[in-house]
């Protein structure tokens, strides 16, 4: 099956897109967040995770490299104990308090390494990609603000790709371990609820989708190119 990646060019050739190209611009980020709670406005943000997807030379994307954090709990910040039951984080283990960063230094690590990607591949805004991807960018958003990082933040404020459409689309599928498996892809329920391994699973997820499902007739339409063709045709 045909790379969703590439561009028809004929019956003879099929040139694969650049990634800014793919994506009016926009570099695909994975990200995963685990938090005590389910409201980003006080609930604490205790891990996060972001892969870029890149593109490769044939047309196929990949997973980049991970860039993840754990995170010390805001100031006043609730810590739902059903939350941390269902994550296994515990914020007060001594292992973790040790690699541990505060929201600002953590987030303003990864902003920088994202726009170090972005620029590699000319791209303008990063947009995130998750499952439900608006409740990872809700606390994402919600810890830009705490720690006015407004403007070291490289994503989109509200543009998401969601991994529940996708996969509704291609498997009748909705939960991620499920859709995983549809692909063909390994996931270790043991490992689940840790930011870094579901990022990792949501990349790969997304990447086999886009992998294997070619790019719709008249995709990549080019409103100037198809007047210019008909005026061409007219004469």
Do not use: W
């Amino acid at each position: 099956m045909p790379s969703a990646a590439t561009e028809d060019k004929g019956d003879d050739e099929q040139t694969p897109l650049s990634l800014k190209d793919r994506f009016r611009k926009f570099l695909p980020v994975v990200v995963d967040v685990e938090t005590a709670g389910f409201n980003s406005q006080t609930d604490a943000l205790l891990e996060i995770a972001c892969i870029p997807v890149l593109l490769d030379e044939h047309g196929v994307f990949y997973p980049g490299d991970a860039l993840n954090a754990h995170i010390e709990p805001f100031e006043g910040a609730n810590l739902e104990p059903s939350a941390l039951a269902f994550t296994g984080i515990d914020p007060n283990n001594p292992m973790r308090k040790a690699i541990a960063e505060d929201e600002k230094t953590a987030l303003r690590r990864i902003f920088k390494g994202l726009k170090e990607v972005r620029r590699e591949e000319e791209c303008r805004q990063c947009v995130l990609i998750g499952h439900n991807a608006h409740f990872d960018l809700a606390f994402l958003n919600a810890a830009v603000l705490r720690t006015n990082s407004k403007n070291h933040n490289p994503f989109h404020n509200f543009s998401v790709f969601d991994t529940v459409t996708l996969s509704a689309l291609a498997f009748g599928q909705t939960v991620l371990a499920r859709a995983c498996k549809a692909a063909g892809l390994e996931f270790d329920g043991k490992n689940a609820h840790s930011a870094l391994y579901d990022t990792q699973k949501t990349a790969e997820l997304f990447c086999h989708i886009l992998n294997n499902y070619p790019m719709l007739a008249n995709a990549m339409h080019n409103e100037e190119s198809t007047e210019a063709s008909a005026d061409n045709d007219s004469e």
